[in-house]
């Protein structure tokens, strides 16, 4: 790795903010034990929920963004 990827790697865990009750996000969610496997759904919801937490921390530019926020646009349900 680089120097300045290294730089920015950390080894400590910080605590997220947790989204309010009324965003849909902030329900959790169970995850089967290691080695049993999570299912295509809970594994798309999971990556999504990464793209979103990585994009509230700024790691992506706008553009990025963008193509992200469009695709995740697919698989949510509208009522």
């Known amino acids: 790795m680089s ?3 290294e730089k920015n790697i950390e080894s400590v865990v ?3 903010e947790t989204p309010t009750p009324s965003t ?3 329900q959790t969610v169970s995850l089967p034990p290691p080695g049993k496997p999570l299912g295509q759904q ?3 919801e999971l990556l999504c929920r990464a793209v979103n937490l990585a994009q509230s921390r700024g790691s992506y530019t706008l553009d990025e963004a963008s193509v992200f926020n469009r ?3 697919e698989f ?3 009522n």
């Open 76 to 78: 949510l349900v509208k």
């Open 14 to 16: 910080t605590p997220v």
């Open 71 to 73: 695709a995740i646009k």
């Open 24 to 26: 849909p996000q902030s």
């Open 3 to 5: 120097e300045n990827v």
């Open 42 to 44: 809970l594994a798309l």
